[in-house]
């Protein structure tokens, strides 16, 4: 069990600051799906080289989390937040300027996937670091839904701001957003309060993980990468499926495509209440699972009308309480005040492999049976064996003290 932490204005300072980096990181990965279809019609990028410009950031992070983890656990939070932030702007300025090269716009989405990948680890270390213990579960809810907010951030910014001055003002906001983060990095590392973490000098007092701790740690990156696989893929195809399988129009497939984005964000919100008030977070992990193995196993004999938006609701439920279980886990392994960087690094290892292979898997499946019909059970399977790993994990966590 953790000591508990002083809920001062330099830990709130820390807590705005490691959300505004996990926020500004999801908000600079899809700022390109809205205008991607501009992109395209504008430079005539081959197909494969618009999804590298995505994937790329995954492959960023599956390569670097866990030694970027292992730099913040003995250096410090200050050398991976300013690096990060460097390169993300880099590759915005990168690719706001040369454009019209699809190697060099490659390029600058891989300098930003690299500094997402820095952010992605920094960020909920620090706001886990100087949260009080009182507001815990909720940092877990809010570090649990930067995706689908960064998601909404840049699909509301895009309408507003495309039609004057074109997809470069997202990179432009990307680029602001990212100075204005830098400034208050620059403010509040300068202080002596939590948001410091560990010195360079005192690196030596951030102990390593244990071999248990490793093993669970492992499990559950296991586990975060099987629900990534299904849920990228999901995400993915759900417009395409909405109009290909269901006989749906493009205007009731965005619509159909925002239900289980709009019930994850509440979701997570409160299952980190839930935490609060005494659910053990192995548990409810182990619930969402099975949640989300049940709507696969339905999908072939119950994807139409009410019954159809009824396995969307119960999906956004258990991808709403699964993630932000796990996202609990290294903080739940090691302990508040243990190597949780490392730990998230590992964690997020998992993450990004399920975010590279979920959609590449859907494709090949898809284009190997020349339709979706081995989708579901695909995906029901590798979800059932997802919900057996983290029922072993539950069953390692049950003598552990988590810190909610």
Known sequence: MSKPVTDTPGNRSGVFLGIGLMYLAAFQIFKLPPVLPLLLDTYAYDRTLAGAFMSIYAAAGLLLSVPLGKVMSHRGPQLLIYTSLSLTVLGNLLGVSYPETGGLMLLGRGLEGIGFAG??????????????PIWFPLIISLTAI??????????VLAPLVVPYYSWQGLWWIGLV????????????LGRQTSTQGPRAEDGNRIRDLAPQERSRLVMAASVFAIFSIQYFAFMTCLPQYLVEVLGLTATQSALGYLIPIIIVIPVSLLTGWMFRIGFRLDRMMVLGMIMIAVVWALVPSGNEGMSGIGLMIVYGIG???TPTCLFAMPTAIVGKNGPTASAFGIIMTGRNLGVLVGPVLLAMVFDLSGGWSFIAPLFFTTTAAGTVVAMYLRASLKTVETPF
């Not at 930067?146 to 699909?155: R, T």
């Not at 957003?177 to 509040?188: C, E, K």
Request: proline content about 5%; overall charge positive; cysteine-free.
């Open 119 to 132: 952010l992605a680890i920094v960020g909920p270390v620090l706001a886990n670091r100087s949260v009080s």
């Open 177 to 188: 957003a990212t100075g204005v983060i830098a400034f208050a990095v620059a403010g509040l």
């Open 319 to 321: 991808a709403g309480i």
């Open 146 to 155: 930067w995706i689908p907010v960064g998601q909404l951030v840049a699909g």
